[in-house]
């Protein structure tokens, strides 16, 4: 089954924008992409979690996703951003 993230929607762009601005990275984005979705397939999860000394704001960020199986294409796995949780 292939894992994918969704783009080109309003929530991916709000996805973007929250991660842009909060985690503070010099490795580029399509690196971390392929790590978040290894990591969520492995621990079976819907979300990920970003350790307070990569946040721009010093707490742990929890991005959360709702996670889609396509009709079309059964091995295909979609993450749909629905939010970002701040501890």
């Known amino acids: 089954m292939k894992s994918v993230l969704e783009y080109q929607t309003d929530k991916a762009k709000e996805f973007f924008e929250l991660f842009f601005k ?8 399509f690196i971390h992409e392929r790590d978040i979705l290894l990591t969520m397939d492995k621990n079976n999860s ?7 000394r990569h946040s721009a704001n010093q707490r742990e960020l929890y991005f ?23 501890r």
Request: proline content about 5%.
């Open 22 to 29: 909060y985690v503070e990275t010099d490795i580029p984005f």
């Open 46 to 52: 819907n979300y990920f979690r970003v350790p307070r």
């Open 64 to 86: 959360y996703f709702d996670i889609i199986y396509l009709k079309e294409n059964k091995n295909i796995k979609l993450y749909r951003f629905d939010h970002l949780e701040m």
